[in-house]
C-alpha cells in the first residue's frame, strides 16, 4: 500500500475514445502530479496542483487535460491521444507543492500503464 | 539547466554481488540528490536522499555519498540480492523562485540480480 492509489492500472483506448485516469492519496498531502514515463526518456514532469490549484503545466498538449477536485483526488482527462501518447502515467503527492525539497518528497502510485491504438 | 546523468543499463549482477551505479549532475547553487527506485509495476520509491555536501544517505543498505567535488552521487550496495532488481533512478532538487523546487531525474538504471 502506497498511499497513493491509480485506476485503471491498465488502460487500452483508441485514438478516438475519451477515458479518464483517476489518482487518490490517503497521505494528507497538499500538492499533486502527473508525470509520464517512456521508455529510454527521463520522467516527465506534465501538471502540478498545490491545494487544488495549478500551479504547474510543462507544455502539455490539449488533449491531456486534468481535474483536481480536492486535495486527495486528481483525475486526468483523455481525448483524441496519439500512438507516441502510449506511457505509464504516473501519479505523486507531496506534503507541500515544493515536491522536490529533501523534507516533502514524492510519493508515487503504482501508475496506470495505457496504450493507445 | 539543471540535468543528471546515470550509467547506461541494463546490470545483470549475481546475488552477494557488490553493487555500483554512477550517478553524476549538473546544476547551479546547492542542489539536494536523491535516489530513487521501481520496482516491477510499481512506481518510484524514495530510496536514500543527502541535502549537502559530505552527506551519506543510506537505507536498506545502500549508501550514497554527496560529493560535490566530482558532483557526483553514486549509489552502492555492498552484498545485492534478488529482491534488489528493479530500476534505479537518479535525482537532483534545486530551489527556483517563490519556495518552489524544481526536480530532475536521470533517466534510470535497470538491474538484474540473478540467484
Known amino acids: 500500500e502506497t498511499g497513493v492509489t491509480q485506476t485503471p492500472r491498465h488502460l487500452v483506448m483508441g485514438m478516438t475514445n475519451k477515458k479518464s485516469l483517476k489518482c487518490e492519496q490517503h497521505l494528507g498531502h497538499n500538492a499533486m502530479y502527473w508525470y509520464k514515463q517512456s521508455a529510454k526518456k527521463p520522467l516527465e514532469l506534465m501538471f502540478v496542483y498545490n491545494f487544488k490549484e495549478q500551479t504547474e503545466n510543462n507544455s502539455v498538449p490539449s488533449r491531456f487535460s486534468p481535474e483536481c477536485p480536492n486535495s486527495s483526488h486528481l483525475f486526468l482527462h483523455l481525448h483524441t491521444l496519439q500512438p507516441e501518447d502510449s506511457a505509464l502515467y504516473l501519479c505523486a503527492s507531496s506534503l507541500r507543492a515544493a515536491g522536490g525539497a529533501p523534507n516533502s518528497p514524492l510519493h508515487f502510485g503504482n501508475g496506470t500503464r495505457l496504450t493507445v491504438t | 539547466g539543471d540535468s543528471v546523468t546515470q550509467m547506461e543499463g541494463p546490470v545483470t549482477l549475481s546475488e552477494e554481488a557488490f553493487l555500483t551505479i554512477n550517478c553524476t549532475y549538473t546544476?547551479?547553487?546547492?542542489?539536494?540528490l536523491f535516489w530513487y527506485v521501481q520496482y516491477p509495476g510499481e512506481g518510484l520509491q524514495l530510496l536514500l536522499k543527502a541535502t549537502k555536501a559530505d552527506d551519506k544517505g543510506s537505507n536498506k543498505g545502500f549508501e550514497a555519498t554527496y560529493r560535490k567535488e566530482t558532483t557526483s552521487f553514486h549509489l552502492e550496495k555492498g552484498s545485492v540480492q534478488v529482491s534488489d532488481s528493479a530500476v534505479y533512478f537518479c535525482?537532483?532538487?534545486?530551489?527556483?523562485?517563490?519556495?518552489?523546487?524544481?526536480?530532475?531525474f536521470g533517466k534510470g538504471t535497470k538491474l538484474s540480480v540473478i540467484p
Open positions: 546544476a547551479t547553487g546547492y542542489p539536494s
Open positions: 535525482a537532483l532538487s534545486a530551489p527556483g523562485g517563490a519556495g518552489s523546487y524544481q526536480l530532475t
